[in-house]
């Protein structure tokens, strides 16, 4: 592929006569005319000295790839400046150079460009102005539209939802008759107790549950925005059904958008998972592996031998990168906390400096709980202090992120959360839902939502002009979703996407995530296994123990119901073997009443049982793995 040299760098141009220069600038400018681009005198005069030295074949190829990549970008006009065409161009070199940057890459939140959707020209458009913490009142609203936009764009090129006919709630409020099946598409808000409304972009209305309300699954908390259908009667919407937008692939939303643009983060114009070069690093790294670990207490000493166990385990075979997600501190917003956190960091660099030789290619990632010390309890949160930094910086390759934190690695998009928003969302659920429904209910919800917090800020406050770094458009290939509940792995149907929770590594078995991106897959430490084995041999062995009870009982050498004098004697003796019980249990067994030498031989078919079951726990036995073996 020929090279340009571009002017800031040390142009070549051959020098052209007049005649051949105005027929390269009238061929530049039709190309580029024909794809309704218009290149201004600056643009042409830069395509004019890069083009110098092509012939027209190269001249063609080379203005064909850089009109699909400008068709791809978000522009406001059609009008083509010199900027532009230089970022263009650096696209297309980047395209074609096979070691240009890092396959691991963090980015912050704070540090994002944003993207807002316009409606008019139905692109992605990168916000002008600069992004400040001290919002001013506007952007609260501002956030609130963007999240409801990008939702209901989804929902109008639905295919599952053409045939329905949405109303807006300003259609509905001014019906002056009752309407008996009505559809709308709302954010679900809660403006005084036990009185719910849901609100789009023109206004608001009340809404009832009543007990006859389906609703699908998924956790519909206040802030979800979803469609209802029920009737009106002029003042309340009664709602028959709700449901939630159809989740949507990023390489759809990216297909309708018309795009390949990067709004996951960083400098790349070129969105990751569309580079050629990175697709490519992706499979020649089959092996590669990122592990998530969450709630690491580093002030507790069993947590820290946990943590060696961890690291020595992975030495041999030492992962791209490991992912450690607060809380760090088991005793939060104490005055000691800053105390035990520097203790356990320096705990932490001595083991780190232990295998440095094994890790000196692994990428530590440090994400702040809700906990962890900052200035407030808002999202996104910074990285954590600046001090504890100093302690690992030193020892290995790592990175203190901000909460969210987008992780990188080939053309794979990964984006970790550490927040407990399994029980935000189900505490303020308007449906009832189970505990073991609540991961994939959770995991559609977050999809459709496409935002990692769906909470009103009176619930989950949030930094309004920072709102974009919370949202998953398009959705990731990963959602670490780091929450105390229990460890799960969701794949929803029709999203590409795959949202984990590695569980709470302190605060449970030390269980944590592998995942491997070359496979798109999770896994879980072999211990779990181990502990799912072992359940299913005992399962195995109570089961053969009760076939052997039934087809006693059904032969009559067993009685499960004896009478009640000797009911408490059979409880008591029910699993003594013979051989140990007393001479005066035995003497009345031989010289007692009928009943009592029964019981006697009953016993005997009793203990040749226990025996059988013995031999089968000592199968189970053999089963036994190491705790420090992994899959």
């Known amino acids: 592929m020929e090279t340009f040299y571009y002017p800031t760098v040390g142009l070549r141009m051959e020098a052209l006569s007049e005649a051949d220069e105005k027929a390269l600038r009238r061929e530049i400018t039709k190309t580029f005319q024909m794809h309704a681009f218009e290149l201004k005198r600056e643009a042409v005069n830069l395509c004019v000295q890069l083009f110098s030295k092509n012939d027209r074949a190269q001249r063609s190829r080379w203005m ?16 083509v400046t010199e900027d532009v065409l230089r970022d263009i161009l650096k696209q297309c070199r980047s395209k074609n ?51 409801f936009l990008l939702v209901k764009q989804r929902a109008a090129r639905c295919a599952s939802l053409k045939q329905i006919k949405f ?30 409304h849901i609100e789009d972009l023109t206004g608001s209305v009340e809404v009832e549950f009543n007990a006859d309300t389906r609703f699908h699954h998924a956790l519909f908390a206040e802030g979800t925005i979803a469609i ?9 919407l009664l709602v028959n059904e709700v449901a939630l937008v159809p989740v949507e692939s990023a390489d ?35 092996e590669a592996s990122i592990v998530f670990v969450a709630d690491v207490f580093l002030d507790e000493d069993r947590v820290l031998k946990a943590m060696y166990s961890l690291l020595e385990g992975y030495s041999k075979i030492p992962p791209v990168c490991f992912v450690f997600c607060g809380n760090f501190c088991s005793k939060t917003r104490q005055p000691e906390t800053m105390e035990l956190l520097d203790r356990g960091f320096r705990w932490l660099a001595n083991q780190l400096n232990e295998f440095s030789d094994s890790y000196r290619q692994t990428h530590f990632v440090f994400v702040p709980g809700p906990d962890d010390p900052y200035v407030d309890l808002v999202t996104p949160r910074p990285n954590l202090p600046s001090s504890l930094f100093e302690h690992v910086s030193a020892v290995v390759n790592c990175t203190f992120a901000s909460n969210p934190a987008r992780i990188q690695y080939a053309s794979q998009e990964i984006v970790v959360f550490r927040s407990n928003l399994a029980e935000k969302m189900c505490r303020h659920t308007v449906n009832m839902v189970t505990p073991e429904s609540i991961p994939s209910r959770l995991a559609r919800t977050l999809l459709s939502q496409a935002h990692l917090c769906p909470l009103p800020n009176h619930i989950s406050p949030t930094l309004p002009e920072f709102g974009h770094a919370l949202a998953l458009h398009p959705l990731p290939d990963v959602l670490v979703a780091a929450d105390r509940f229990e460890s799960f792995v969701e794949n929803v149907a029709g999203s590409g996407a795959v949202v984990a929770n590695p569980g709470s590594f302190s605060r449970s078995a030390f269980t944590f995530q592998v995942y491997y991106p070359q496979q798109g897959k999770k896994r879980v430490p072999r211990k779990n296994v181990r502990m799912s084995v072992k359940l299913c041999l005992l399962a195995v062995v109570f089961a053969v123990a009760a076939a052997i009870c039934t087809a006693n009982v059904a032969t009559g050498r067993l009685s499960l119901r ?21 001479e005066a249990d035995l003497l009345e067994s031989r010289c007692g009443a009928g009943p009592q030498s029964e019981l006697t031989s009953r016993l005997k078919v009793l203990n040749q049982e226990m025996s059988e079951i013995i031999s089968v726990l000592e199968v189970c036995r053999m089963f036994s793995l190491e705790d420090d073996q992994y899959i």
């Open 562 to 582: 004896p009478s009640a004098g000797k009911r408490a004697v059979l409880l008591e003796r029910r699993y003594v073997p013979i051989h140990k019980r007393s």
């Open 228 to 236: 209802y259908e029920g009737s009106y009667d002029g003042t309340v």
């Open 97 to 147: 150079v096979d070691n240009a940057g890092k396959l691991l890459n963090v980015f912050d939140a704070f540090t994002m460009d944003a993207y807002d959707y316009n409606v008019d020209l139905r692109k992605m458009v990168r916000r002008a102005k600069t992004k400040s913490v001290a919002a001013r009142s506007e952007s609260f609203s501002h956030s609130l539209r963007q999240r």
């Open 64 to 79: 064909n790839t850089m009109i699909d990549v400008l068709r791809k970008q978000t522009l406001i006009s059609p009008l």
């Open 252 to 286: 759809v939303t990216r297909k309708e958008l018309a795009s390949n643009e990067n709004w996951f983060g960083g400098e790349e114009k070129l969105a990751f998972r569309c580079n050629d070069r990175l697709r490519a690093a992706l499979i020649q790294h089959a």
């Open 167 to 196: 109303t807006s709630i300003e259609v509905l409020l001014s019906s002056m008759k009752k309407l008996q099946s009505v559809v709308v598409l709302g954010m679900l808000t809660q403006q005084k107790a036990d009185c719910y």
